[in-house]
């Protein structure tokens, strides 16, 4: 049986994360987040987390071969035998390529946002210790204000999602990741779906689109 290997992609803000979490549920694989993996290694405090922590504060990126060790040493555990989902990796063509070398994906979900809603979305993002992610307006706790939902940790605003911070990343996802979405096109694994509408709509419409794909479609059946 084929394992999905998916990639998620679209700008910050599109909802990779929340619905990336619904798909790993649904498929019972692992959501493996290139954010929450590199925020894990800098909490560690070790020299080399907190060598990330001073690259993610500043916004930039992580160097190639990090990242892909990373990525790499959390899809050799044996929960990722069965399949995952990737977000936030790869993001521009050389990442994709190294990407290549030890892993393929054979979905890549699109998800489509303006750049007005992209800002609009993350100034109003808060994110617990552990990663879980809120919106002040679309997607607040249920249970407690400013507390997580999943373990009752308090809520923050993440350093790198000021204005600025989020309009350097956008600019930069335009000119990075376009090709690259350009590239998974070109190979035929690019389902896309407007991000525009309410989570639960944006969700609906992803798995219709992937029971468009055989082989998902037997196991989204199954549930
Ligand atoms: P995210 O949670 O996806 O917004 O990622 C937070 C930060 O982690 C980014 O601003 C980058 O500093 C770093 N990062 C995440 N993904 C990557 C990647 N694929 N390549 C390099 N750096 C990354």
Redesign the pocket.
């Known amino acids: 049986m084929t394992t999905p290997r998916i990639v998620i992609l679209g700008p910050?803000g599109a909802g990779k994360?929340t619905q990336a979490g619904f798909l790993s549920r649904r498929f019972r694989i692992p959501h493996i987040?290139?954010?929450?993996l590199?925020?894990a290694e800098a909490r560690r405090g070790s020299p080399l987390g907190q060598r990330i922590a001073r690259?993610?504060d500043r916004?930039?990126?992580?160097?190639?071969e990090l990242?892909s060790s990373v990525v790499r040493a959390r899809l050799r555990r044996r929960d990722a035998k069965r399949g995952w989902i990737v977000?936030?990796?790869?993001?521009f063509r050389q990442?994709a390529k190294t990407f290549n070398r030890f892993a393929r994906p054979n979905v890549v979900v699109v998800l489509t946002l303006s750049d007005q809603q992209a800002v609009r979305r993350l100034v109003g993002r808060r994110v617990c210790p552990n990663g879980h992610v809120y919106h002040i307006r679309h997607h607040p706790p249920k249970q407690k204000r400013g507390y997580c939902d999943h373990d009752g940790l308090p809520l923050h605003q993440?350093d790198?999602d000021t204005p600025v911070a989020i309009r350097r990343?956008l600019r930069w996802h335009h000119q990075q990741t376009d090709p690259l979405i350009d590239e998974y096109r070109r190979q035929n694994l690019v389902l896309e779906v407007n991000a525009h509408p309410p989570i639960k709509a944006v969700y609906r419409h992803l798995l219709e689109v992937l029971k468009n794909i055989p082989w998902l479609s037997s196991r989204l059946k199954k549930k």
Do not use: K, T
């Open positions: 910050q994360g987040s290139a954010g929450d590199l925020r690259i993610i916004g930039r990126l992580v160097p190639d990242m977000d936030g990796y790869p993001r990442q993440r790198d990343r």
